[in-house]
C-alpha cells in the first residue's frame, strides 16, 4: 500500500528512540502495556514454534500406517503437549499480548489499569511454559493423556513418582489460568474505566469489542478450569476420589467442567481474530466497517450464547437425550452472531478499493477458511451426525481450521498490519506475501484431507492406522511440513525488517484508530495529550483518516 | 433498469448456486463409509442436507469474496473509499434473521432425525450401580430396556474387547444377526472407552461404574471395525475388534460352533507390550500392563455384572 520502497515513507535520518534501542527492557520486569505487549508475542510465538515442531513429529508418525518414527507413550506425549502449548501457551496469551499492546492504544489510555499485575501475569507464563517442558525430562516423561486430561486415564501415572508428567502438567496449567485470570480482571478494568474523553461503547473499535467479550469469558468460566484441575490433583497426589469411577468417583463432572471453561476457550481465542478482521480489511478496502454496532453487539452475542454449549462435547458421553437436544440448539445459535461477522466483513470488502497487501491476505484468507470452519462446526452440534465423527478426524480438521486456518492466520495478519506501529518500521512486502501463500496453501493441505479422514471413521490420537487411511494422511503430513517451512520467511522477514527496515511513519496504512494517530513506536505514556473522541470508527470516508479531533482544538477547548 | 438487471443477475446467481449446492449434498453420501445399519441411513440423510446448507454459504461468500479481489482492486496510489455506507439496518435484520432460521431449521431437522434414531434403538441407557441411585433412574423414561430380540454383553479394557452370547459363549469377535435388533450392554473396567462402528454410525462412551446400552439393528451383512474412538493409553491405536454381522442361521452356527472352540484372537496390545517394534524415537517411557486375559470370564467368576 503505502510502504513502496522506492519512495521513503518517512525521513530515515530520524534518530532512533531510546525506547526501541533498548532491547534489554523487554527481559525486564517493565510495566508499560507495550513492552509487556511485545514480551507476550514473542514468547509465545517461541513456544508456537515448538508446538509446531512437536505436531511435524506428529505428521512424520502418521505419514505411514505403521508406528515406526516414535514409540507409543512418545507419541502420546506428543500430542498432549502439542496441545497444550498450541491452546495455552501461543493462541490465548498471543491473543493476551497483542490485546496488551493495543487495547490502551486504542482506547486512548495511557496504560492498562493495573500495570504491576500486568507484568505479574506476563511473567508467570514463562515459568509455567518452561515447567511443562521440563516433564519432557522425567524419567517417565510427559503428561500422555491428551490436552482435555480426562480422568482415569490421566490418574494413571507410573508408581511411586510423584513427580510425574502429569502432576507437572496440572500445575503448570493452573499456573497459566491464575496468570489468564489476573489479566482478564485488568483488561475488563481497563476498558469500562481508561477510555479517554468521547470514546463510548459504540466508539470502541470491534477489536476492543471483542477482547472486552474475550476477557470477560476468562473471568466467568475460567475458574471452573482452575477448579476442575485442582481437584483432579487431589485425586493424583492425595488419595481424594473426585473423579475415580472405581471409588464411586465421577468423571463425567470433569468433564462438565472442563468443557464449561474449554468450550467457551475457543471463542477467547477466535472473538481477538475476529477483532483482527473488523480492523484489517476496512483498513485494506478503504471501506467503513459495515454494520460496526451489529459486529460489535456480535462480539458479546458470542460471548454469552458460547457459556451454553459446552455439553456439544459430551453428545456421547453417557448424556440424556434431552441433554443433547438443548445443548445441540444452543450451540447452533452460535452460528447466529458469528454470521453476522462474517456477512459484515463480506458486505465491507464488497464493492470496495482493495489493497491486497500482507495483512489483508491474511485476513481475507482467514476469513474465508473461518466459513468453513464454520459450518463444519454447525455439523457438528447436530448430534446424529456428532455420534458418528466425534472424537474422529472430521473434529480435529474442524478444530485446525477454527484455531491455525482462521486464528494464526489473524494473528499473522496483526503482526503484519501492526508491526509497523510496534517497531517503527515497515517489513518487506515480498516475503511476506511468500509466508502467507506458503501457510495458505500449507494448511489447507494439512488440515482439509482430516475431514474426508474423520467421515470414514479414522479416529484421532491413533498413532498406526488402516492402509486405507494412508493416502489422505500422506497429503496432510506434506502439508504440515509446508506449514513448517512456511515460517522461515516470516522469521527472516521480521528479523530482518526489525534491523534493516524502512522507517515506517506514523500511520503507513492511512487507517483510523487512535493507535495510529501516535509516533510508531509510540512514547511511554502513548500520547502526548490524551486524546477526545468525537467521531465513530472506521471513519475511511473522512479524508483525515483520523477519528480525534487535532491537539489545538482539545487545547483549545480545555 | 440497470438495478432490475443487477437483481436478475443475482437471482440467477443465487439459482446456480442453489443446484450446485444441491448436488454437492448428493455427493455428500459417497463421503461416508457403507450404510451397515437403519441409524446409518438416517444420519447421512442429515449430513446431506447439512453439507447442503454449509456448500451454499461457503461458496456464496468465498465467491464475493474471489469477485471482489478480481473487480474490486484499487489503482495504485488510490486511497479513496469504496462505497461510504456504513451500514443498512434492513440488510442487517435480514442477515441476523436468515441465520436464526436456518439454525432452527437444522436444529429441527436433528431433532426429527434424532427421534427416528430412537425409535430405531440408537440410545443409550445408563444404570448406575450406586444402590441408592438405581430406583431413581430406574423410573426415569430412558432407563426402560428397549426391546431387543439378542443381548450382547460388551466388556472393554485396556487393550481388550470381550463380547459374552447367550449361550455364555465369550469372544474377541463381535458376531450380530443381520437385520434383528441387538442390545449391547457395555461395561468398562478401568477407564473411558468408546463404542464406535462408522458404518454404523454411532458412538457411546463406556464409563466405569455404568452399564449402557446401546440397541443396534445392522442391515447389511460384512465384516467391519470396531473402535475406541476414546483415546485410552499407550497402545489406543490397536484398540479396535472385528465385527461380523451375518445371517440368523450363520451367527447361530457360529454361536454352537464356538461354544466348542476355544477363541484364539490374538491382543495386538498384549503382542507390542511383550516384543516392542523398532522406531526411530525410543522413549521406553511408563505404561500400563495390557489385559492379559478375557474379561468376560473374569468378570463370570466375580460374578457382578
Known sequence: ?558 | MLRFLEYLLIAGCIAVLLVVSHWIGHLAYFWMPPEATEEAQKVDSLFSFLTSIGAFIILGLVGMMVYSVIFFRAAKNDYSEGHPSRGDFKLEILWTATPTILVLWIAWQGLNIYQQLDVLGLRQIVHLHTPLEEPAYAAASDDKPKPAAETVEVFVKQWDWTFRYPNNVTSHELHLPVNLRTRLNMHAQDVLHSFYVPEFRLQQYIVPGRNIDLVVTPIRTGEYKLKDALFSGTYFALMDANVRVESLEQYNQWLSTAEHEPNTIKNQAVAEYTQPPKTLFKSNWYTVAPAQEAIANERKVMNDT
Open chain 1, 1 to 558: 500500500m503505502t510502504h513502496d520502497f522506492s519512495e521513503p515513507l518517512a525521513e530515515d535520518i530520524e534518530p532512533e528512540t531510546e525506547l526501541e534501542n533498548n532491547w534489554r527492557q523487554y527481559l525486564s520486569f517493565s510495566t508499560d502495556h507495550k513492552v509487556i505487549g511485545v514480551q507476550y508475542m514473542v514468547m509465545t510465538f517461541i513456544f508456537f514454534l515448538i508446538g509446531g515442531l512437536l505436531a511435524m513429529l506428529i505428521r512424520a508418525e502418521l505419514i505411514t500406517p505403521a508406528s515406526n518414527v516414535v514409540d507409543r507413550p512418545l507419541y502420546n506425549g506428543l500430542f498432549t503437549l502439542h496441545g497444550t502449548i498450541m491452546i495455552f501457551l501461543w493462541i490465548i496469551p498471543f491473543n493476551a499480548g497483542i490485546s496488551n499492546y493495543l487495547v490502551p492504544l486504542m482506547i486512548g489510555a495511557r496504560d492498562m489499569a493495573f500495570p504491576l499485575l500486568n507484568a505479574i501475569s506476563f511473567w508467570i507464563l514463562p515459568p509455567s511454559g518452561i515447567l511443562l517442558l521440563s516433564s519432557f525430562l522425567l524419567p517417565n516423561g510427559t503428561a500422555q493423556s491428551g490436552w482435555w486430561s480426562y480422568p482415569p486415564i490421566s490418574l494413571q501415572v507410573p508408581p511411586g513418582q510423584p513427580i510425574n508428567g502429569e502432576f507437572i502438567w496440572i500445575v503448570s496449567i493452573v499456573l497459566i489460568g491464575i496468570s489468564s485470570i489476573m489479566g482478564a480482571v485488568n483488561f475488563v478494568t481497563t476498558i469500562f474505566w481508561m477510555r479517554a474523553p468521547g470514546m463510548t461503547f459504540f466508539r470502541m473499535p470491534v477489536f476492543v469489542w471483542s477482547a472486552l467479550s474475550a476477557q470477560l469469558l476468562q473471568l466467568i468460566n475460567l475458574p471452573a478450569l482452575t477448579g476442575a484441575l485442582i481437584l483432579l490433583l487431589f485425586d493424583l497426589s492425595f488419595g481424594t476420589q473426585f473423579f475415580k469411577p472405581t471409588e464411586n468417583g465421577d468423571p463425567i463432572i470433569y468433564q462438565h467442567l472442563f468443557w464449561f471453561y474449554s468450550h467457551p476457550a475457543v471463542y477467547i481465542m477466535a472473538l481477538p481474530a475476529f477483532g483482527i478482521f473488523a480492523e484489517v480489511l476496512p483498513a485494506f478496502a478503504r471501506n467503513p466497517l459495515f454494520g460496526y454496532r451489529s459486529l460489535a453487539v456480535a462480539s458479546l452475542g458470542i460471548a454469552v450464547v458460547s457459556i451454553f454449549v459446552w455439553v456439544h462435547h459430551m453428545f456421547t458421553s453417557a448424556t440424556p437425550g434431552w441433554m443433547r437436544m438443548l445443548f445441540m440448539v444452543t450451540s447452533m445459535l452460535v452460528a447466529v452472531p458469528t454470521g453476522v461477522k462474517a456477512f459484515g466483513w463480506t458486505a465491507t470488502i464488497w464493492k470496495s478499493k482493495l489493497h491486497l497487501e500482507t495483512p489483508m491476505l491474511f485476513a481475507m484468507g482467514g476469513a474465508a477458511m473461518f466459513l468453513l470452519g464454520g459450518v463444519t462446526g454447525v455439523m457438528l452440534a447436530a448430534v446424529p451426525f456428532d455420534l458418528h465423527v466425534h472424537n474422529t478426524y472430521f473434529i480435529v480438521g474442524h478444530f485446525h481450521y477454527i484455531v491455525f486456518n482462521t486464528i494464526t492466520m489473524a494473528i499473522f495478519a496483526a503482526i503484519y498490519f501492526w508491526f509497523p506501529k510496534i517497531t517503527g518500521r515497515m517489513y518487506a512486502e515480498g516475503w511476506g506475501k511468500l509466508h502467507f501463500w506458503l501457510t495458505f496453501i500449507g494448511a489447507n493441505l494439512t488440515f482439509f484431507p482430516m475431514l474426508p479422514l474423520g467421515l470414514q471413521g479414522m479416529v484421532r490420537r491413533i498413532s498406526s492406522y488402516e492402509p486405507r487411511y494412508q493416502g489422505w494422511n500422506v497429503i496432510a503430513s506434506l502439508g504440515g511440513f509446508l506449514l513448517g517451512v512456511s515460517i522461515l520467511p516470516f522469521i527472516a522477514n521480521m528479523v530482518g525488517s526489525l534491523l534493516h527496515g524502512q522507517r515506517a511513519g506514523n500511520n503507513p496504512w492511512l487507517a483510523t484508530g487512535l493507535e495510529w494517530t501516535t509516533t510508531s513506536p509510540p512514547p511511554r505514556d502513548n500520547f502526548e495529550v490524551i486524546p477526545v473522541v468525537r467521531r465513530p470508527p472506521y471513519d475511511y470516508g473522512d479524508p483525515k483518516y483520523s477519528v480525534i479531533e487535532p491537539p489545538d482544538y482539545h487545547q483549545a477547548e480545555h
